[in-house]
């Protein structure tokens, strides 16, 4: 019930093209859902994140939609530029505390 | 306002040997996590401690880790007679509060083991 599943796992995708990346959750009671992007040898950094009472979020190129009843909620990245290429987590959060259950990533490849 | 500080940033020990990774947090953070990230994985977290209080070690091995933070200084994640399985990235993150803030991370420690 801990687990978030994401996918796909990689995803080539052309410059100016749309960058697509699903997670879904059992656990109902996660209350925060943010997508975090690391390059390599980095840490992960905070690019976005939503909560359950909001069905899209967007900043930028980056947008977050949240579909609750069928518990999933995904990643687009509009207009992916090279410098977009990285490794995404998808994130949640429980009420109590900070911690998070990441899904397993998705490795992401803008060719010019 | 520097960010959150792992060092080393590399390590190699030979199997059997004792690691020490140390992470202090960003400047008024006092709520440290400690996540491992398997090649090719997702981070999975390990432990939340506060200044002297392991609040959550629910993602710990039972047995060789341990994790402190003490009131003066770095919190520490301690890996006794380290096996080729440890070897991974450990990312530590901070927040100020203990909820519903967001928390940031180190840029790791990536630990072989040979």
């Known amino acids: 019930q801990q687990q978030v599943k994401q996918s796909p796992q990689s995803l080539i995708v052309q410059k100016g093209g749309i960058s697509i990346i699903n997670c879904a959750y059992e656990?109902?009671?996660?209350?925060?859902f943010p997508w975090y992007q690391q390059f390599p040898g980095k840490g992960p950094a905070l690019l976005i994140a939503i909560r359950p009472d909001v069905s899209e979020k967007k900043e930028g190129r980056f947008t977050i939609s949240f579909n609750k009843s069928a518990k999933q909620f995904s990643l687009h990245i509009m207009d992916s530029q090279p410098g977009d290429s990285a490794t995404y987590f998808c994130?949640?959060?429980?009420?109590?505390?900070?911690?998070?259950?990441f899904g397993g990533g998705t490795r992401l490849m803008v060719k010019p | 306002n520097a960010g959150v500080m792992q060092n080393p940033r590399h390590l190699v020990r030979r199997r059997g040997q004792e690691a020490r990774l140390r992470c202090s947090p960003m400047k008024g953070h006092s709520h440290v996590y400690w996540y491992r990230q398997l090649p090719e994985e997702g981070l999975k977290f390990m432990v939340y401690?506060?200044?002297?209080?392991?609040?959550?070690e629910s993602g710990m091995p039972k047995e060789r880790f341990s994790a402190e933070f003490p009131k003066e200084g770095p919190s520490i994640l301690r890996i006794q007679q380290v096996v080729r399985g440890d070897s991974a990235a450990y990312f530590c993150?901070?927040?100020?509060?203990?909820?519903?803030?967001?928390?940031?991370f180190g840029q790791g420690t990536r630990l072989t083991v040979v």
């Open positions: 994130a949640a959060r429980l009420g109590a505390g900070n911690m998070l259950t």
């Open positions: 993150a901070s927040s100020p509060r203990p909820r519903n803030t967001e928390a940031f």
């Open positions: 656990n109902t009671a996660f209350d925060y």
């Open positions: 401690l506060q200044k002297e209080n392991i609040i959550d």
